[in-house]
């Protein structure tokens, strides 16, 4: 980083892996985003680690005064922003922060804030949609899907929160609860007239990943 700096300019670390360089610019934009490719063909070049040849990729966000903010802690949380969509678009790239991007954040945020409340008070509902055989046109059996029965906004569907309850981790004890429905409303269908029923559940990949689905399985 210090390379890509001139004399005038400013790196320093922000905390973790997260580095900050302050460029005084006359013509901002376009010359910010030379600099940045700059950045990415240095750190991509590799180096020696204990014996072990590594290369690294960077991802870059950038924010200009004054057009997206008038100081500097604006300034840098607007970086911010920017630099985790350009994680989002693969890595290894950069991107200009936008007003977008800040309502964009903004709504991802208050999404997240909806859902944990969503799991504490179990807003979540599960339909089951009837799968049929093709030959004779008898239900086979059921899918469960997930709905969220959220306040104020009605029955929304899974497109629209299952990334980010994956992204932070909440699946986890979404999909227990998952289970744990599908398998009681198997016992009702039981003790009814409509006897065994066969029910498949969508299972996302952290819950094999963390080794959630164990003991649901066996309790099962």
């Avoid at 790239?93 to 504490?120: C, K, P």
């Amino acid at each position: 980083l210090v390379e890509c700096a001139r004399t005038r300019d400013t790196v320093g670390r922000l905390s973790g892996d997260e580095f900050s360089l302050i460029l005084a610019l006359r013509d901002g934009q376009e010359t910010a985003g030379a600099v940045a490719n700059s950045i990415r063909e240095i750190l991509r070049a590799p180096f020696d680690l204990n014996g072990h040849r590594v290369a690294m990729t960077s991802s870059i966000g950038i924010a200009v005064y004054p057009v997206d903010g008038n100081d500097l802690d604006s300034l840098i949380k607007y970086a911010d922003v920017a630099m985790y969509r350009a994680k989002q678009a693969g890595r290894d790239n950069f991107r200009f922060f936008t007003a977008q991007m800040n309502v964009e954040i903004l709504a991802r945020a208050e999404l997240e804030v909806a859902l944990r409340v969503a799991v504490d008070d179990d807003q979540f509902v599960l339909h089951y949609q009837p799968k049929a055989q093709i030959a004779s046109g008898q239900i086979a059996g059921f899918e469960a899907l997930i709905r969220w029965q959220r306040p104020g906004h009605g029955l929304v569907s899974p497109g629209h929160f299952i990334s980010v309850l994956e992204e932070t981790g909440l699946i986890i004890p979404v999909g227990r609860s998952v289970i744990a429905a599908a398998c009681k409303q198997i016992g009702l269908w039981l003790r009814s007239d409509i006897g065994p029923v066969r029910v498949s559940v969508n299972v996302s990949g952290r819950q094999f990943m963390e080794g959630d689905l164990e003991g649901d399985i066996l309790a099962s």
